[in-house]
T-cell receptor
């Protein structure tokens, strides 16, 4: 069973640019969550999508956005990049059982973004 | 805001030693999870504990959920270099809240 796939693995951008990251969840998983990981703040929740709808959202500015497609694949976008956006962006998928999320996350390897 | 404090932040030990890391909060969680993250990879789920006082064992790893469901501990017996990594706890209510982790290094 293929795991969660994130692309690209590494990317370098400059301030003011925008970036789009992609995530393909495990087959059958319809919930996709995004996290930002930095050494100082740890793992911080960005948002969660289920059936193409944003179900939960963390405390990030509007420059951070996401979407989910009908095949459960998800993308997140960061516009007007700032130096502080440099981080590892992790995507995780989880399974719904009888309408309830199991809460157990399966993470991808992440996309490491460097903003210069 | 639900916060999870993990301690110690860093731990460096020799192969064969035992260790315990802690995860504490002032909030009650419906369940708590432990993940391990190795360099260059995403976190991998180790265990989920649900019941207050619950103890789960995974080979040399023993996980305990506090009676009040506010804290948890992870004990590793006879640590090996392969145990090296960032250990993260995550508490679940309506959403999952992660601690900042304990970075464990086991030296051969």
């Amino acid at each position: 069973k293929a795991g969660v796939t994130q692309t690209p693995r590494y990317l370098i951008k400059t301030r003011g640019q925008q970036v789009t990251l992609s995530c393909s969840p495990i087959s059958g998983h319809r919930s996709v969550s995004w996290y930002q990981q930095t050494p100082g703040q740890g793992l911080q929740f960005l948002f969660e999508y289920f059936s193409e709808t944003q179900r939960n959202k963390g405390n990030f500015p509007g420059r951070f956005s996401g979407r989910q497609f009908s095949n459960s694949r998800s993308e997140m976008n960061v516009s007007t990049l700032e130096l502080g956006d440099s981080a590892l962006y992790l995507c995780a998928s989880s399974l719904e059982v009888s309408g309830r999320n199991t809460g157990e996350l399966f993470f991808g390897e992440g996309s490491r973004l460097t903003v210069l | 805001t639900q916060l999870l404090e993990q301690s110690p932040q860093f731990l460096s030990i020799q192969e064969g030693e035992n260790l315990t890391v802690y995860c504490n909060s002032s909030s009650v969680f419906s369940s708590l999870q432990w993940y391990r993250q190795e360099p260059g990879e995403g976190p991998v789920l180790l265990v989920t504990v649900v019941t207050g006082g619950e103890v789960k064992k995974l080979k040399r790893l023993t996980f305990q959920f506090g009676d009040a469901r506010k804290d948890s501990s992870l004990h590793i017996t006879a640590a090996q270099p392969g145990d090296t990594g960032l250990y993260l706890c995550a508490g679940s209510n309506y959403k999952l809240t992660f601690g900042k982790g304990t970075l464990l290094t086991v030296n051969p």
